[in-house]
C-alpha cells in the first residue's frame, strides 16, 4: 500500500489505460477521481475501485476546457481533502492525411492531448502549493512524441509536446517538492483499434515480441511512477514500447 491515503486524479479513467491505471493506484491503496467524458464508464469504474476497499468518486469533463479541469482540481480537494497527483491521461486521435487536416481538425487533437495536459499541470500544481502539498504528475505521452506517422501529424505534434512539458514542468516545480514525468505506450491492445485482424498483426509485429501491449502493463509503470521508490525518475518520459523506439521494424 505504497500509496495510502494519496489522492490522485486520473482523465480518461473510464476505459484502456485510464481504467487499468485506475485499478493499479487503488491496489496501492490510492483515492481516486475517475475523470472522463464518459460518466457512465467512470462510474463503473470507481465501482470496480471501491470493490477493492478504496474511496473513488466520479466527475465529468471536457479536459479540453480550462474552466473545467480547474473545477475539477477543486472538486477533489473539496472532497477528499488534498491532492497528490494527477495521471493526464486523456486523449484522441483523428488520422487525416495532412493536406486535408484543416485548422479545425488539427486543434481538435491539439487541445484535447496536448492543452489539457498543461492545464492539469497548471491548476493540479497551484492548487498543491496553495495547500502546502507536494507530489507528482504522469503525463501520456507516445511513441509517435518520438517518430512521425503518417497522417497523424497533430497527434504527433501533441504528444512530442507533451515530452516537452514534462521535462520543463519538472524543471519549474522541483522546488515545490513536485515531480513530473511523461510515460509514452507503444501500440496498445484496446477497442480501439478495431477488429481487423490483419491490421493488428501489422502493428504488433513493430514490437521487439511480436504483439500488442496489454493496457495493463502501461498502468502497472504509471503506478509505479507515483511511488516514492519511482523518486529519482523526474523530467524524464518513460518508454513502455516493447522495444519499437529501440529497433522499429
Known amino acids: 500500500m505504497e500509496l495510502q491515503d494519496q489522492v490522485i486524479i486520473v482523465t480518461g479513467g473510464a476505459s484502456g489505460i485510464g481504467r487499468e491505471a485506475c485499478l493499479s493506484l487503488a491496489r496501492k491503496g490510492a483515492k481516486l477521481v475517475v475523470a472522463d467524458f464518459n460518466i457512465e464508464g467512470a462510474d463503473a469504474v470507481v465501482a470496480e475501485v471501491k470493490a477493492l476497499g478504496v474511496e473513488a468518486l466520479a466527475y465529468q469533463l471536457d479536459v479540453s476546457k480550462a474552466e473545467e479541469v480547474s473545477a475539477l482540481v477543486d472538486f477533489t480537494v473539496d472532497r477528499l481533502g488534498t491532492l497528490n497527483g494527477m495521471f493526464n491521461n486523456a486523449g484522441i486521435g483523428l488520422v487525416k492525411p495532412f493536406l486535408e487536416m484543416?485548422?479545425?481538425?488539427?486543434l481538435k487533437v491539439i487541445e484535447v492531448d496536448q492543452h489539457s495536459v498543461?492545464?492539469?499541470m497548471y491548476y493540479g500544481a497551484r492548487k498543491m502549493v496553495e495547500i502546502g502539498a507536494k507530489g507528482t504528475f504522469v503525463n501520456t505521452a507516445s511513441i509517435y512524441g518520438s517518430v512521425a506517422s503518417r497522417g497523424s501529424f497533430n497527434y504527433n505534434a501533441a504528444k512530442a509536446a507533451v515530452i516537452s512539458m514534462s521535462r520543463s514542468g519538472a524543471l519549474e516545480l522541483a522546488e515545490h517538492g513536485i515531480r513530473v514525468v511523461g510515460v509514452a505506450?507503444?501500440?496498445?491492445d484496446t477497442p480501439i483499434l478495431g477488429d481487423d485482424a490483419a491490421f493488428k498483426a501489422q502493428i504488433a509485429a513493430q514490437h521487439m515480441h511480436d504483439r500488442l501491449i496489454e493496457p495493463a502493463k502501461v498502468a502497472s509503470v504509471?503506478?509505479?511512477?507515483?511511488?516514492?521508490?519511482?523518486?529519482?525518475?523526474?523530467g524524464s518520459t518513460v518508454a513502455v514500447d516493447d522495444g519499437f523506439l529501440s529497433f522499429k521494424a
Do not use: C, E, K, R
Request: charge should be negative; glycine fraction near 8%; avoid cysteine.
Open 222 to 234: 504509471v503506478a509505479f511512477l507515483f511511488t516514492d521508490a519511482a523518486s529519482a525518475v523526474n
Open 102 to 106: 484543416d485548422p479545425a481538425s488539427y
Open 118 to 120: 498543461y492545464y492539469g
Open 185 to 188: 505506450p507503444g501500440f496498445i
